[in-house]
Structures are given as C-alpha cells and as structure tokens.
DNA sequence: AATTAAATTTATACTAAGTCTAAATACTAC
DNA sequence: GTAGTATTTAGACTTAGTATAAATTTAATT
C-alpha cells in the first residue's frame, strides 16, 4: 500500500461520483465529467475508477447488469433493484450475524464479505398512478 | 408461456449443465460439448442457455466475473467464491424471513427475490498443507 | 405424401464494456 | 536542471454476448 496520489483526473473523477445521488456506470461517469467541462482519456476513467476503488474511497457495484457501477458511499450496504424500472436504492440493513455464523459453519470457509443484491418492485412501480 | 420445446441442442446442453459438478462458463460449456463429440454454433449455445434458463431448467449465475456462469440445481440457494483460488460453492441456508421483512419495510418494496454472493477463504485455502 | 408455416440452427457480423500497450506528459527527488 | 518514476493519452485489442439473414428442421394441414 502506497500513498494516496489524487491526481487531477482522480480528484474530479472521485468529486463527481461522490455527489451522485444515483450509481452512475463508467459511461454515464465520462458523459457527466464531460458535461462538466472534463474531458479524459477514455482509459483514464476507467484506471481512475479502480485506483479510487482500491484505495477505498468509492465502491464497485455489480448488480448483475453487463456494466459496473460506482458509489460514493462507502459503509457497508446492500442494494435493491427494481424489475420493472431498474431503479437501484440503498439497503442500510446487514444480514443477521448468525446466519453469516452459520454459512460459515457449514461451508467451512472464513467469511470475509457478503454482496447481496435483492430484486422487487419499488413503491413507484406498486403504485403507478399514486 | 409455451409448451417446452427440447430440441437435440437443448437437451444435450441441458444434460451437460445438470451432469456438472461445478459451475461453468458459456464457453466451458462449449469446450466440454466439443470434448462429448457435439458441435453447436456458437449463438446456439447461448440461445439454449437463455432458453433452459427461462424455462427454469438451469440457473444463471452471476457472480461478479465478467461470465456467466451456468447451475443445474434449481432449488433457491446462494453461493460463496473463494477469494485466492476461484473455487464456488453450494450456500442452501436462505436469509432469515425476518431480515427480508425488515427490507422490505425499509426499502418500500416488493422483495421477489435475492442474489447473495459470499466472499472468503475456503477450507483448502485456510489449510495448505493438510 | 406434398405443401405451407413456424421455430430453430448456423455462420457471421456486430456491439458493449473493459483491458493493454507504447508514446507523450507530468511529477518527484536529487 | 536532470534522471527516474508515475500517470495520461490515443488507439488497438479482447471477451462476452447479441443480432441478422439464410438454411434447416419440425409441425400442421390437406
């Protein structure tokens, strides 16, 4: 592990996907840096995205889509995702100790992380003319 | 939804997912099919998958690879890499009620269903030497 | 059994997401 | 200021998968 090195492009590439609301792929990423008035290497953003994803400072998401993406949150947390809109929000809520305890129990592995990624309908979706 | 349709392709796809120890690959498929003396296009075998899968014969996994992988049992489970060696395993304890309950609330949701993916260090790994 | 219609397979072109490489540029330490 | 390392850039390349159009197979109708 070596020092931090935030260079320009990391800086405004971390700056941008901590102020997203939403969980923005590395395309959507480049068209906002661009809207922004950046405009980097193709390549860069993405060895931005793993630099800032290495150090801890942003997270990758796989959700099962074809491309990652990125969130400025870094405390542990889940996500859901909508079926029908493909809105993606938060889970603030762990998984019960006892069952990671008890995966761990019978599959003889050190458990070190879960991904969980829970798939339904949002409220929106419920209730569509609300 | 129409009648099941298993065609030569299909079915021998079908036999190979659910003769598989292990969790392969579109193109493991491929090379195993190739090694039992059948010789499927290429868009054959992913149309079958995504046949078999929609017909709820076979599962897709995603694991967070960049492939697919590919499950014969059909039951609800979850799975769990091993972080130094790639090895996946079989998780058949689901996440209690509770929990999912407790999202579900949180969240203003419809949960259907949930993706859950463990990371760690499996017992070989643990012990190298044993 | 021959004819038509529908579904499937095949071969191949194409797309999307991301990695790799080599040259150019920027930063750091003396 | 110069040498050495790290980073960025542009663009070629890779991998996984989708799309398309022609050929083949299967099923249904007569």
Same mark, same amino acid.
């Given at each position: 592990?070596?020092?931090?090195?935030?260079?320009? #492009?990391?800086? =405004?590439?971390? /700056?941008? &996907? #901590?102020?997203?609301?939403?969980?923005?792929?590395? =395309?959507?990423?480049?068209?906002?840096?661009?809207?922004?008035?950046? #405009?980097? @290497?193709? !390549?860069? &953003?993405?060895? +931005?995205?793993?630099?800032?994803? /290495? =150090?801890?400072?942003?997270?990758?998401?796989?959700? !099962?889509?074809? @491309? +990652?993406?990125? /969130?400025?949150?870094?405390?542990?947390?889940?996500?859901? %995702?909508?079926?029908?809109?493909? *809105?993606?929000?938060? &889970?603030? +809520?762990?998984?019960? @100790?006892?069952?990671? *305890?008890? %995966? =761990?129990?019978?599959?003889?592995?050190?458990?070190?992380?879960? #991904? %969980? %990624?829970?798939?339904?309908?949002?409220? +929106?979706?419920?209730?569509?003319? @609300?």
């Amino acid at each position: 592990m070596s020092r931090l090195n935030l260079t320009t #492009q990391r800086k =405004a590439i971390l /700056d941008l &996907v #901590q102020s997203c609301e939403d969980h923005p792929t590395a =395309a959507e990423i480049m068209e906002r840096l661009r809207m922004n008035g950046h #405009q980097f @290497a193709y !390549g860069t &953003v993405y060895n +931005s995205l793993r630099y800032l994803t /290495d =150090a801890g400072l942003i997270r990758e998401l796989k959700l !099962g889509e074809t @491309a +990652s993406r990125y /969130d400025g949150r870094t405390e542990d947390h889940y996500h859901i %995702v909508c079926k029908k809109c493909g *809105r993606v929000d938060e &889970v603030l +809520s762990a998984p019960p @100790a006892d069952w990671i *305890r008890e %995966v =761990a129990a019978k599959t003889n592995y050190d458990v070190h992380h879960s #991904q %969980v %990624v829970f798939e339904g309908v949002c409220y +929106s979706c419920k209730h569509p003319n @609300a």
